[in-house]
């Protein structure tokens, strides 16, 4: 794997752990973590071809959680250096879900496609 490409798997696997950790307090210990998937899955079960496709989009996830979490403890936080940072980090985030996107969209052409459709879906219903 490309050295870029292993800092993202990194740095995905890092946002994993915390969003499950968010899961567990959220539904308590023990609790039902069944409505997400899981990371690593079972290899087995996945076709070979279909493996990166799932580790970006399992990525996506997690940016988009760790956007939500950073912006909300922004939104909390007393301190307004502690807010600046967590707003900068959470911009962060969203150039990982930038990344990501962009690596799925050149391994999944049916992606892009639909990604086009929903913005013409978009356009239409509101007119923008
Ligand atoms: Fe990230």
Redesign the pocket.
């Known amino acids: 794997m490309l050295r870029a490409g292993g800092t993202l798997l990194y740095?995905?696997l890092?946002?994993w752990r915390h969003l499950q950790t968010r899961i567990k307090i959220y539904y308590g210990k023990g609790g039902d973590q069944s409505m997400l998937s899981t990371i690593p899955t079972r290899l087995e079960s996945v076709k070979k071809e279909d493996l990166d496709k799932e580790i970006l989009r399992a990525g996506i996830i997690?940016?988009l959680d760790?956007i939500n979490l950073y912006e909300q403890m922004a939104a909390v936080a007393k301190n307004n250096d502690i807010k600046k940072i967590l707003r900068d980090i959470a911009k962060?985030?969203k150039?990982?879900?930038g990344e990501f996107l962009t690596l799925l969209l050149g391994k999944d052409g049916e992606q892009g496609v639909e990604l086009e459709k929903g913005k013409e879906e978009i356009e239409e219903l509101i007119g923008k």
């Open positions: 740095t995905t890092l946002h997690a940016e760790a962060e985030e150039t990982h879900v």
